[in-house]
């Protein structure tokens, strides 16, 4: 199963207790102070790793506690550190302080590392307030609290490739016949509800990681339908692929259904809509009323400056041609994306 969202509790371990202790040994004359601090308790530390591919075995936990640190021992001994508590999580995970809706971080890259609850320092013990004035203190300070609060984890994918389109475009159909993914494929809307990736392996042992998408509606930007958990996985593909529907068995007008997406990127986000794409009109079966539709299609988008590249996913026709045009958008896109 997958999962995007989730809010964990962080509780930080408390520090330990410095001691307050004197020498006393049979052969020492006046033995000194000799009270050990406390030690540091255990922080949550997040950290990205690409093994992890979704929040739901994060999400499972809903709080998190690391372990407080020990108390300072006679002969200065320090109190042991508390032990940190390390939660894995997939890269592009943002994390934000639940309380107040802050960005805390966006681990953007393997191995990066947010500590999201500090633990408390350690008391010190009494030789620390040993001076020249007072040489028997009777005074050590207690560790603190550590720190804690709750996080609300988003995930974004990081995929190269984003397939676009209104349910029943085949997004589905065309990741399961040109990478190993297995999307749940069907003749009713909405088969896809959370976003499934695959890698399409072509020549000269290049891949493109390629996500499918849930399906669009209409006022999407404005939270309707799948709304802004489908456009902000959006956000971090650096091309998309707008798969319209131009079978004779479509349930909308295949230039109509491409200007409706295209607005909805528009109002979502102008960085969005700038994004370079590519038009790809699926289930052509080469038939008198798809070449029709692929034809008025062509002419739409040509006006606009945007390539349109048939293909049919359960014929085999036009993938790879896609695939390597798609390749070439993404190494020729910019790095800020």
Not at 42 to 49: D, E, K, R
Not at 198 to 211: K, S
Not at 275 to 299: C, G, I, M, N, W
């Amino acid at each position: 199963m997958f999962r995007d969202e989730t809010t964990i509790e962080v509780i930080a371990g408390k520090g330990g207790d410095g001691l307050v202790s004197f020498r006393r040994e049979k052969y020492v004359h006046r033995g000194g102070p000799d009270g050990g601090d406390g030690g540091d308790g255990g922080s949550v530390i997040l950290i990205a790793t690409p093994q992890v591919h979704s929040l739901l075995a994060v999400g499972r936990v809903f709080r998190y506690a690391a372990q407080s640190g020990r108390p300072g021992g006679p002969r200065k001994r320090t109190g042991a550190k508390g032990e940190d508590v390390r939660i894995e999580v997939p890269v592009g995970t943002q994390v934000l302080d639940a309380e107040h809706g802050n960005l805390m971080r966006d681990l953007a890259e393997e191995g990066m590392e947010l500590v999201v609850a500090q633990g408390g320092k350690g008391g010190k013990g009494n030789p620390r307030f040993a001076s020249s004035v007072i040489q028997v203190p009777r005074k050590a300070t207690k560790g603190t609290e550590g720190e804690a609060r709750r996080v609300r984890l988003e995930l974004k994918l990081f995929a190269q490739v984003g397939l676009l389109g209104f349910p029943n475009a085949g997004k589905s159909t065309f990741l399961s016949t040109v990478t190993a993914a297995k999307p749940k494929v069907a003749d009713y809307p909405f088969t896809t509800l959370v976003p499934q990736v695959g890698i399409a392996e072509l020549p000269e042992f290049q891949t493109l990681v390629i996500a499918d998408l849930p399906g669009l509606i209409e006022g999407a930007a404005e939270g309707h339908g799948l709304g802004h958990r489908f456009l902000k996985h959006v956000e971090r593909c650096k091309v998309l692929l707008h798969l319209v529907d131009v079978s004779c068995a479509n349930e909308r007008d295949p230039v109509e259904a491409w200007r409706a997406l295209e607005h909805e990127l528009e109002k979502a986000s102008p960085d969005l809509y700038q994004r370079p794409r590519l038009v790809v009109a699926s289930k052509h079966f080469e038939d008198d009323e798809s070449e029709q539709h692929l034809a008025d299609l062509t002419e739409a988008a040509a006006a606009v400056g945007q390539r349109v590249m048939p293909i049919s996913s359960v014929l085999g026709l036009g993938l790879q041609e896609v695939l390597f045009a798609a390749r070439d958008m993404v190494y020729g896109a910019p790095e800020r994306w």
